[in-house]
């Protein structure tokens, strides 16, 4: 039985497979605690560990004393394609700088919940050098999601929303549920819908579409550049008021793309991306398409950058970095359209430090 692309270039990919979530207050999900493997690890809260002076280090272990900086943002600011926790931004960065940069990323992430995290650790920790958000991509992900709720979407929602109503209902109607989800519009609330309703969608066709897979592919068409600047506006307002209240250096870099780049892909990446796009992650990956269109990569672009500007964030399009890099041209940088290899980490890292450094 042949490998596919996925096991013979990237096999570290399948530990963070294996890393799994765990739910938590307010912030909704968040890492597995205490995974060990030889890829990656996180304490006993969930959060990446950081290599520095050849020790590790998370939130836990630091104490009111130390001086350090942080790291913020999903799954690339996590490290997601590096094969060893001495591989990720807040590695290298700590190195470079000589301060130790907690990881505090969470995979999947959100601007709301980035802010969120820091909250929690404001609570126990405040002596702040730099913060670093390395971000972007999944706050234009989500936009393309459509919720019932006046709060923005956020990834595994419809999963909560399930269990949450789930536990009021009747057994009865749980079990209608089970057979006739899929007969119904989404936004029906099985709690107070009457059965003569729900013969009636189901008899008088009276629904938007029987097919969930097609309503997925038709939340595809809906990346609203609008929506994601709203919400991380609203998350940026608050950083730049914390940075400037707590006296610690705030960087919003947005994060690599491939496609933004027009990088020439790599043997590697080709078969990566190829084998993503017809396989159990095509679904994300036809979003990630969307998303790929230059139009919005530049007025997503310009629009961060304003609202940086406006309110005294340093802000850095790692994309822009990349592009100028005529060295890296050629080489394997991506796991993923989004996430990086060890020497995309690296490259990236060395780029962001001579940038920051000059600020």
């Known amino acids: 039985m042949s490998s596919t692309p996925r096991e013979t270039f990237t096999p570290q990919m399948y530990e963070y497979d294996k890393i799994g979530l765990s739910w938590h207050p307010y912030i909704m999900f968040f890492q597995r605690k205490s995974f060990k493997s030889n890829v990656v690890n996180t304490d006993n809260n969930g959060f990446r560990l950081t290599s520095f002076k050849g020790n590790y280090y998370s939130p836990e272990t630091i104490k009111n004393s130390d001086e350090i900086s942080l790291i913020f943002g999903g ?28 990881n505090l990323a969470g995979r999947a992430y959100s601007s709301t919940q980035e802010l969120l995290l820091f909250k929690w650790l404001l609570s126990k920790h405040r002596k702040i ?54 007969m119904v519009p989404k936004d029906v609330d099985w709690g107070e ?6 013969v009636k969608y189901i008899f008088n066709n009276n629904y938007p579409n029987l097919n969930k897979k097609n309503l997925n592919i038709k939340s595809l068409l809906n990346i609203s550049v609008k929506d994601a ?35 020439t892909l790599t043997h590697e990446e080709e078969a990566l991306f190829n084998y993503l796009d017809n396989s159990i992650f095509s679904s994300n990956n036809l979003i990630l398409k969307q998303m790929s269109k230059k139009k919005i990569y530049y007025d997503f672009t310009s629009k961060i950058s304003l609202i940086c500007r406006q309110y005294g964030i340093s802000f850095i399009d790692s994309n822009e970095l990349l592009l100028k890099e005529d060295n890296i041209k050629n080489k394997w940088l991506y796991v993923d359209r989004v996430h990086l290899t060890d020497l995309g980490y690296e490259t990236l890292s060395n780029l962001i430090y001579k940038k920051i450094d000059q600020s």
């Open 129 to 182: 050098k730099d913060v670093t958000i390395i971000s972007g991509a999944n706050d234009l992900f989500l936009s393309s999601i459509q919720t019932n709720s006046f709060m923005p979407s956020h990834f595994f929602g419809s999963n909560y929303q399930s269990y949450m109503e789930a536990g009021q209902l009747s057994t009865k109607r749980k079990i209608l549920k089970i057979f006739l989800k899929n």
């Open 75 to 102: 799954s690339t600011a996590f490290g997601i394609g590096a094969t060893d926790d001495q591989k990720t931004f807040a590695s290298i960065l700590s190195t470079k700088t000589n301060t130790l940069h907690l």
């Open 229 to 263: 600047i709203s919400e991380l506006d609203s998350s940026l307002i608050f950083w730049s008021a914390m940075s400037k209240k707590l006296g610690f250096r705030l960087n919003y870099i947005l994060q690599p793309f491939a496609p933004w780049q027009e990088k």
């Open 193 to 198: 819908i009457s059965f003569k309703k729900l």
